[in-house]
């Protein structure tokens, strides 16, 4: 199973942020997300790794 690393970011706001660095995964829609409250940041990881798992990949989730 392949891995793929995301950093989740904390803005001053106190609402997340999670990308993706590699080329092949920056741009997609179901896998990046933006201005997360913090209620919803599970939820949202939930959905990441759902969606890895239909296609053989374990997420790993970084917080800088």
Known sequence: MEKLRFFISR?????Y?????????A???DLNFDDITPDKLGTIMESIMNTLK??????????I
């Open 54 to 63: 239909a296609e053989n990949i374990e997420p790993y989730f970084v917080m």
């Open 27 to 29: 741009f997609r829609d």
């Open 17 to 25: 942020e999670i990308e993706t660095k590699h080329i092949h995964y």
């Open 11 to 15: 803005y001053v706001d106190g609402n």
